[in-house]
């Protein structure tokens, strides 16, 4: 089916469903290379205004991945709730944004809606939203999940702290652990991207990561983001794993390319959940996302990347996550080029996700090939702050020796607490206070080199 607007005098015509949603996204770089954008923002403008008078249940009438060829399109139709959508299914895309931004839709109401929502619709509506509006709507949505710590409570900004090191020294990794502790990172979870797939490595890590916790007690959850396979594998090695991890796509196509599907990650979330290891909650999934994957894979089927984007969502939302986080700019400027870009991205993930019901964090990052900088980084880890966000990544220095990208700092992510009064996690809130770590305002002072905790953590005397 066709759909036509006109901007002034010119009018435009849109093949079908997959050509008006790619014409009405902001522009990015990856939809260019797919051959799929707007040529021009007067035809990026009518594509947004035939949008806005789409009805919401046309996504639930035309697949834009076809159901016969694709699990994650049967997974969103065959799971939707109906009871749900039955509070805006009278409503057209531009009324869908228009209610969102509205007093009526609270987080109660927003909470109870998410299970209705298809990725499709939420992609859809994010189009017709100014960054404000995706902050804004974001800030509303409450997604609380908990495993050894309570991730998402207002007021609060955890933190993953990623000590990644280029050849999975244990040496290496345990002293940026420590570096991020004193910090007050990692209450969402201390997460190793290793640098090979080893099994026996794998294992190394966990064991070191448990290990540390047990020492000193800390209420955290470990996970080294090992292929689900190889997590798999650990957990029949009886090895303290806390989180499964996954990188998940959009379409069935990529998440081959990543060597997954439906049901081995239906097993693996069965095994992890079998082992009972959380003290206050039992999430034990943990998913990353990145706008561009399915395109990079060539398995994106003539749609635009951010709603591929939206629709790897759907896959993680199956399985109850305790996390799940965009890498925004990690992909590269093929697919996000500039600053602008990696920002209104960031923006969209993290509304969409918190609209489909997902605790989502952020990886505010870009690589040194992108029209990007750390300034950039702060402009958007400050607008993901006021828009709600569940968790940001932190690496020392805010440089990836390993992965050869830039992120948040340990003290960048500090820094963005005391701006804006935010807490850790509250079980470990209470942990740095046992630690001696904060002030008479509950405040995490900056560490200092050869203090009374640095010592402790060492084992060496305080006095």
């Known amino acids: 089916m066709a759909y036509t607007a006109a901007v002034g005098s010119t009018h435009y015509r849109f093949e079908d469903l997959r050509a008006l949603m790619a014409c009405a996204s902001p522009r990015r770089s990856g939809d260019e290379l797919a051959g799929l954008a707007a040529t021009n923002e007067e035809e990026r403008v009518a594509a947004r205004f035939a949008l806005a008078d789409l009805p919401l249940k046309t996504f639930l009438e035309q697949a834009l991945v076809p159901y016969e060829e694709d699990e ?13 959508f039955a509070a805006v299914a009278h409503l057209t895309v531009g009324e869908f944004r228009d209610w969102l931004l509205s007093y009526e839709a609270d987080a109660a109401t927003l909470g109870a809606l998410a299970p209705g929502l298809t990725p499709e619709m939420v992609a859809a509506v994010s189009k017709l939203m100014r960054n404000s509006d995706l902050i804004a709507v974001a800030a509303k949505c409450r997604v609380v999940t908990a495993f050894r710590s309570t991730i998402g409570l207002p007021g609060t900004l955890a933190s993953r702290l990623q000590p990644n090191h280029p050849t999975d020294d244990p040496a290496g990794i345990a002293a940026a652990v420590l570096d991020g502790l004193l910090f007050g ?12 797939d080893s ?59 990543f060597g997954v599907n439906l049901s081995l990650l239906r097993e693996a ?14 999430h034990a999934m943990y998913f990353e996302t990145g706008q561009g994957s399915a395109l990079s894979a060539g398995q994106h089927h003539g749609v635009d990347q951010q709603t591929l984007e939206v629709r790897a969502y759907a896959v993680a939302r199956a399985f109850d ?29 993290h509304c969409c996700g918190k609209l489909l019901g997902l605790p989502m964090g952020v990886d505010v990052c870009y690589t040194n090939h992108a029209e990007a900088d750390q300034d950039d980084m702060d402009v958007l880890m400050h607008l993901l702050a006021n828009a709600g966000v569940n968790f940001l990544i932190a690496v020392p220095g805010a440089d990836d020796v390993m992965l050869n ?10 820094g963005l607490r005391h701006a804006r009064g935010l807490k850790p996690a509250p079980e ?36």
């Open 185 to 196: 990172m990692g209450d969402a979870v201390i997460g190793i991207n290793p640098a090979g």
């Open 199 to 257: 099994l026996s490595d794998c294992i190394t890590l966990l064991k070191l990561l448990d290990d540390l916790r047990q020492r000193f007690d800390i209420p955290m959850q470990s996970c080294v983001l090992s292929h689900v396979t190889t997590s798999v594998q650990a957990i029949e090695r009886g090895a303290p794993l806390d989180l499964v991890f996954q990188s998940v796509a959009g379409t069935e196509g990529a998440n081959t390319g």
């Open 269 to 282: 979330h069965d095994a992890v959940r079998s082992l009972k290891r959380g003290t206050v909650g039992q």
């Open 72 to 84: 994650v399109t049967r997974l969103i139709v065959d799971t939707h709730d109906a009871t749900a």
């Open 428 to 463: 470990f809130e209470r942990w740095l206070a046992q630690m001696g770590m904060l002030d008479g305002q509950g405040r995490l002072p900056p560490p200092q080199p050869g203090g009374a905790l640095l010592r402790r953590l060492l084992g060496a005397p305080t006095a």
């Open 405 to 414: 990208y830039q992120s948040l700092s340990f003290h960048d992510v500090l």
């Open 321 to 349: 996550p305790l996390l799940v986080n965009t890498v925004v700019g990690f992909i590269g400027p093929e697919y996000l080029y500039d600053a602008k870009q990696i920002i209104r991205a960031g923006l969209e993930d």
